[in-house]
Nanobody, 117 residues
């Protein structure tokens, strides 16, 4: 069974940085796309960034130039480096694994990121 465990959230001041980690159990990690989503207070869930098994990345316009997604296949881990954080980045950040051939779509439990002065 595939499981995703996120960590790294917390309280940070505007302009600060955090690095989120998503550890994936199971060999499916190597073939799957992994993404970070977030849902802020009163907002819809949105895709923040994703990385394919080939290492191709994509980002929401709101985080381009500030956030970087990366994956370490040796550690079954995807990272989200978040720099220049803004108040609007406050949200619960969830990791998602998706593998189309078997319609595998798994979510982690989420980690809270709060940007506040």
């Amino acid at each position: 069974q595939v499981q995703l465990v996120e960590s790294g959230g917390g309280l940070v001041q505007p302009g600060g940085s955090l690095r989120l980690s998503c550890v994936v159990s199971g060999s499916i990690f190597r073939v799957a796309t992994v993404g970070w989503f977030r849902q802020g207070p009163g907002k819809e869930r949105e895709l923040v960034a994703r990385v394919t098994n080939a290492g191709v990345t994509s980002y929401a316009d709101s985080v381009k130039g500030r956030f970087t997604i990366s994956r370490d296949n040796a550690k079954n881990t995807v990272y989200l480096q978040m720099n220049s954080l803004k108040f609007d980045d406050t949200a619960v950040y969830c990791c998602n694994l998706y593998w189309e051939p078997a319609s595998v779509n798994v979510w982690g439990q989420g980690t809270q990121v709060t940007v506040s002065s």
